[in-house]
């Protein structure tokens, strides 16, 4: 008898003898690869956890109303979403675990096809995989064949899309809505690089705020058969504390608390109350996306000079590059110089060639690889 469920192995594996040859450089790595936040959790959001450590009796598995409140203020000040409804809004115990469990817990299964964006994040097919389900990748439903677009239940929006960086406004958002409704499908739009826009997309710059797939203009004011997924990983440093939070349709969210009741998927309740603080406080997300800001203005010069091309990237934590050659070359080029970046490999077919390169490194590291490319140029 064999045991598990027989996915795919977990990608970032391959990274090992990578990772490997990049720590041996003398001054030593840097990781730009997977992502993962580097800077201190805010002061105020670690306070608001301690004073809620008294967590003696059950977490809701719906979350507080005091949270859904604040999550509701924030769509409203931040994502152009106002009036949402606390009784539609669900905690959720990171982002990652709702996508992966999303076609299940809406009930897909065989024969049942989960949409999700050429180059995406692999999780989308995952969860596809764990309902039985078949992941299609397409950018548009109008690309897909007549048998397949019938058996569409849920489409997957990535905007600000990781690996790419790239944004759907609203038009593009509401195409694919109107499409989706059209066919009683259920769209999830994954938007947990909303506040993290560059240039024509950064509101402090002089850009346009990202739209939210719960816009008004984007879906005339009915969120039915639309699930908007946040998370606080990357604009509050908070990843270690896995904390996000789905909104959208009524039913979806009743059934998915249901659902989660009984598997009991609860976010605990010094969490929640992280959460409550840090959405209700827009300084710190500006100083983080300062940082950010920053680094991203060191690297993509450097980048450029030492041969890549930016594509996408107008949002998000990553730099979409490609040198014209293969990913797995590159990647070992990189290694050799001590960098470590992500493969487009991992992000499908599509993403061969291409590298995703994390803005999610110290100041000093990120000197410290822009300092590495220009020798190599030189």
Known sequence: MSFGLHLPDYPWDAMAPYQEVAARHADGIVNLSIGTPVDPTPTLIRDALAAAADAHGYPTTHGTLALRRAISDWFARRRGVGGLDPDDILPT???KELVAWMPLLLGLGKGDVVVRPTVAYPTYDIGAHLAGATPVPADSLADLPEDVRSRVKLVWINSPGNPTGDVLDVDGLRSIVDDARALGAVVASDECYGELGWDSWDPA???????SVLDPRVCGGSHHLLLAVYSLSKQSNLAGYRAAFTAGDPAIIASLVNSRKHA??????????AMRVALGDDAHVADQKDLYRRRRALLIPALEAAGFTIRGSAAGL???ASNGRPTWDTIGWLADLGILAGPGVFYGDAGEGFIRVALTGSDERIEAAVSRLAHAVR
């Not at 710059?205 to 739209?211: F, I």
């Not at 009991?264 to 109350?273: A, D, K, L, S």
């Open 93 to 95: 115990v990171g982002s």
């Open 205 to 211: 710059q002089g850009g346009r705020p990202v739209p």
């Open 264 to 273: 009991g998927m609860i976010v605990p309740y010094p969490v929640q109350e």
């Open 318 to 320: 990553y730099l979409w």
